[in-house]
């Protein structure tokens, strides 16, 4: 059964930088790209990029260029979304997800993770 | 860019919902996809390829459309169907686009 499970809630200040992690049980990691996807309150859905383990390549939304970072680490199947120069607008949840190997739309999604910044 | 209309629906279980999702430019319709997310939770994948089930989704969902514009139907609708619903493009260049949602919600 495949399960994407994310780190838990972050508090952070403005100005400041989170790293949010999300490992894959039950898939071949390398298979995927991994996209990242946040979410404001009460708010739409919002792509902010993908990574491909296999490929090392990582495609970033215009939005997020230059204050995303994503990375992979194969050994512990986890991959890692790093956002810096937080601002109170960055609140949201933030999620990960991924296609199959037919698939590449986004079939399997982790839990999601609370990001607020407040001072 | 993708639009959605209506921005809410307003029904009662049993009838049937079309919603639209209009491109800005040509997609091939093998990228555009669509998402139903209930309160507290993460989307969860409908229809991929324009009209193809995912698995588990129930027949009653269906996808169809070509070009700039694309339809998700729900007929019957069930009170587990009252949710927001996002079509997404993700062939048409290196980045990927969500449309901004339409609420299907109980009249």
């Known amino acids: 059964q495949v399960q994407l499970v994310q780190s838990g809630t972050e508090v952070k200040k403005p100005g400041s930088s989170v790293k949010v992690s999300c490992t894959d049980f039950?898939?071949?990691?390398?298979?995927?790209?991994f996209n990242w996807v946040r979410q404001a309150p009460g708010q739409g859905v919002e792509w902010m990029g993908r990574?491909?383990?296999?490929?090392?390549?990582?495609t970033y939304a215009a939005k997020f260029q230059g204050r995303v970072s994503l990375t992979a680490d194969k050994a512990t199947t986890t991959v890692y979304m790093e956002l810096s120069g937080l601002r109170s607008d960055d609140t949201a949840v933030y999620f990960c997800?991924?296609?199959?190997?037919?698939?590449?739309?986004?079939?399997?999604w982790g839990q999601g993770t609370l990001v607020t910044v407040s001072s | 860019v993708l639009t959605q209309s209506p921005g809410t629906l307003s029904l009662s279980p049993g009838e049937s919902a079309a919603l639209s999702c209009r491109a800005s430019?040509?997609?091939?319709?093998?990228?555009l996809a669509w998402y139903q997310q209930r309160p507290g939770q993460a989307p969860r994948l409908l229809i991929y390829?324009?009209?193809t089930r995912a698995t588990g989704i129930p027949d009653r969902f269906s996808g169809s459309g070509s070009g700039t514009d694309f339809t998700l139907t729900i007929s019957r609708l069930e009170p587990e169907d009252f949710a927001v619903y996002y079509c997404?493009?993700?062939?048409?260049?290196?980045?990927?686009?969500f449309g901004g949602g339409t609420n299907v919600e109980i009249k």
């Open positions: 430019q040509s997609l091939s319709h093998s990228f």
């Open positions: 390829g324009t009209s």
């Open positions: 997404q493009q993700y062939g048409n260049s290196p980045a990927v686009t």
């Open positions: 990574i491909s383990p296999f490929l090392g390549v990582t």
């Open positions: 039950g898939g071949t990691f390398s298979s995927y790209a």
């Open positions: 997800a991924r296609g199959t190997t037919v698939i590449t739309a986004l079939a399997h």
